[in-house]
T-cell receptor, first 118, second 110 residues
Framework: DTEVTQTPKHLVMGMTNKKSLKCEQH?????MYWYKQKAKKPPELMFVYSYEKLSINESVPSRFSPECPNSSLLNLHLHALQPEDSALYLC?????????????????FGAGSRLTVL | EDKVVQSPLSLVVHEGDTVTLNCSYEVTNFRSLLWYKQEKKAPTFLFML????IEKKSGRLSSILDKKELFSILNITATQTGDSAIYLC??????????FGQGTRLTINP
């Protein structure tokens, strides 16, 4: 299995809803990432988990709450989002969380979850 | 401020043409430079470059890094409509952070 699987592919939610995005990989990767990508912009890093522990939070608003239940799963819990949070949310994984190894940050991306906040 | 700048931002060519995409960078830490292709959704990995002057090649695609002048190029020869995509350049700074460029939107017309 060489894929990162994200669900749902599309999500429409109101500003008062609570929803979750899910990401799964079975490649044995120990780093997992959430990126946000707006139209015609590059991906922006949100969170990084290394060995199931949150290692990077790029000052993301608390209405986004990540969770890493185990080494294969990554969730992003969404609550009280704003319309400007509408974007493509990409999950990615890499083999090693840094460790000075060249190529440790070669990311495998999922297909993304396209979120629309009404 | 760390930055990665790609040019051109957009490029339209005819099938069979050769294209060169550029990526320049100014970062505080450099571990490697990565090229990704993004069609509809997921960016897919193309190349990782760590050493200057060593060309990486995969079929019609090739890439090279110049660490002295701080840039990389991605060449695509004999382009096909399936090469139409956004090509992203990113610098791996270590500490699990990639700095992405804005991307080059390549359109190949039949």
């Amino acid at each position: 299995d060489t894929e990162v699987t994200q669900t749902p592919k599309h999500l429409v939610m109101g500003m008062t809803n609570k929803k979750s995005l899910k990401c799964e990989q079975h490649m044995g990767h120990r780093a997992m990432y959430w990126y946000k990508q707006k139209a015609k912009k590059p991906p922006e890093l949100m969170f990084v988990y290394s060995y199931e522990k949150l290692s990077i939070n790029e000052s993301v608003p608390s209405r986004f709450s990540p969770e890493c239940p185990n080494s294969s799963l990554l969730n992003l819990h969404l609550h009280a989002l704003q319309p400007e949070d509408s974007a493509l949310y990409l999950c990615a994984s890499s083999l090693h969380p840094g460790q000075g190894l060249s190529g440790a940050n070669v990311l495998t991306f999922g297909a993304g979850s396209r979120l629309t906040v009404l | 401020e760390d930055k990665v700048v790609q040019s051109p931002l957009s490029l339209v060519v005819h099938e069979g043409d050769t294209v060169t995409l550029n990526c320049s960078y100014e970062v505080t830490n450099f571990r490697s430079l990565l090229w990704y292709k993004q069609e509809k959704k997921a960016p897919t990995f193309l190349f990782m470059l760590t050493s200057s002057g060593i060309e990486k090649k995969s079929g019609r695609l090739s890439s090279i890094l110049d660490k002295k002048e701080l840039f990389s190029i991605l060449n695509i020869t004999a382009t096909q409509t399936g090469d139409s995509a956004i090509y992203l350049c990113a610098v791996d700074q270590g500490a699990q952070k990639l700095v992405f460029g804005q991307g080059t939107r390549l359109t190949i017309n039949p």
